[in-house]
Nanobody, 127 residues
Framework: QVHVAESGGASVQAGGSLRLSCVASGYIPSTYCMGWFRKAPGKEREAVAAIDRDRGPSYRDSVKGRFSISQDSGGKTLYLQMNSLKLEDTATYYC?????????????????????WGQGTQVTVSS
């Protein structure tokens, strides 16, 4: 089983930047991809960005041009560079490794069938 630990969340003003990190431990099958998700109070968890070995990075529309996902060469550390943060980016951010995340380009509005999550890291954007 893959375990993840997210970090880097903070309180920032709108327009600011943050860089989130996620360290995965345990065996990660080659069929898995990694991605970032977020959950705001009163809202469903949503996918934010994913990185696919075959198709490269992808993003949900609301963060395109502002967020950038990357992964270290070992494949176990995932980053999310968030620029031009908006109030609506306020949420707890989670990372995950799962085969479902592969091919995320067409799944950003789909139900997320991932049962196990880390503790997440809180991002709060204020005006």
């Amino acid at each position: 089983q893959v375990h993840v630990a997210e970090s880097g969340g903070a309180s920032v003003q709108a327009g600011g930047s943050l860089r989130l990190s996620c360290v995965a431990s345990g065996y990660i099958p080659s069929t898995y991809c990694m991605g970032w998700f977020r959950k705001a109070p009163g809202k469903e968890r949503e996918a934010v960005a994913a990185i696919d070995r075959d198709r490269g990075p992808s993003y949900r529309d609301s963060v395109k041009g502002r967020f950038s996902i990357s992964q270290d060469s070992g494949g176990k550390t995932l980053y999310l560079q968030m620029n031009s943060l908006k109030l609506e980016d306020t949420a707890t951010y989670y990372c995950a490794a799962d085969s479902w995340i592969c091919g995320m380009q067409s799944k950003y509005n789909d139900y997320i069938p991932i049962a196990s999550w880390g503790q997440g890291t809180q991002v709060t954007v204020s005006s």
